[in-house]
T-cell receptor, first 114, second 109 residues
Framework: ETGVTQTPRHLVMGMTNKKSLKCEQH?????MYWYKQSAKKPLELMFV???????ENNSVPSRFSPECPNSSHLFLHLHTLQPEDSALYLC?????????????FGAGSRLTVL | GQNIDQPTEMTATEGAIVQINCTYQ??????LFWYQQHAGEAPTFLSY??LDGLEEKGRFSSFLSRSKGYSYLLLKELQMKDSASYLC??????????WGAGTKLIIKP
């Protein structure tokens, strides 16, 4: 148990489906992140929320839509995805400030787009 | 551009020592992180170096040379459970993490 829980762990969806990934942390952290991890590639930062405000959006396609209703929960809404979006999606959390990059990750949601 | 280089895969023997190297080129530098990721699991924080030198934490040590843009992770007395991917990440001047693609470490009996 890492303290950051992601559901579902595995998801298969068609290109016309709409689904959501969920992330939850009860570590008292106030920053949350979505990363994309593809095989043999560096982690790609997608979105950052600090105190529930989005502070980073690294040119992510609009078919990915994040939502952060409170400091403990983070969602990634998915719609009309492409096969190249198949990857492991990792959620992470941290404290703001000097320890912002000491991240606690979830185990990820493995997404397959058919 | 910003870049992190680390070997794709390494193999070592149980009980031995292995050194995983990482070189970085970033716009500014505010420290170097190492994370461990077992297959199918979450990456976990191992170490953070911001000053030159070696920092030891049990069987794992991390070294940084800022002038050379170079770091390594040293694992001693290797155990089978050390089989994992090791991710190197440098923090740039905007305190953003620039990640390497990871080094898959295979431990053989």
């Amino acid at each position: 148990e890492t303290g950051v829980t992601q559901t579902p762990r595995h998801l298969v969806m068609g290109m016309t489906n709409k689904k959501s990934l969920k992330c939850e942390q009860h570590l008292g952290h106030n920053a949350m992140y979505w990363y994309k991890q593809s095989a043999k590639k560096p982690l790609e930062l997608m979105f950052v929320y600090s105190l529930e405000e989005r502070v980073e959006n690294n040119s992510v396609p609009s078919r990915f839509s994040p939502e952060c209703p409170n400091s403990s929960h983070l969602f990634l809404h998915l719609h009309t995805l492409q096969p190249e979006d198949s990857a492991l999606y990792l959620c992470a959390s941290s404290l703001r400030g000097p320890e912002a990059n000491v991240l606690t990750f979830g185990a990820g949601s493995r997404l397959t787009v058919l | 551009g910003q870049n992190i280089d680390q070997p794709t895969e390494m193999t070592a023997t149980e009980g031995a020592i292995v050194q995983i190297n990482c070189t970085y080129q970033t716009s500014g530098f505010n420290g170097l992180f190492w994370y461990q990721q077992h297959a199918g699991e979450a990456p976990t924080f191992l170490s953070y170096n911001v000053l030159d030198g070696l920092e030891e934490k049990g069987r794992f040590s991390s070294f940084l040379s800022r002038s050379k843009g170079y770091s390594y992770l040293l694992l001693k007395e290797l155990q089978m459970k050390d089989s994992a991917s090791y991710l190197c990440a440098a923090m740039d001047s905007n305190y953003q993490l620039i990640w390497g693609a990871g080094t898959k470490l295979i431990i053989k009996p």
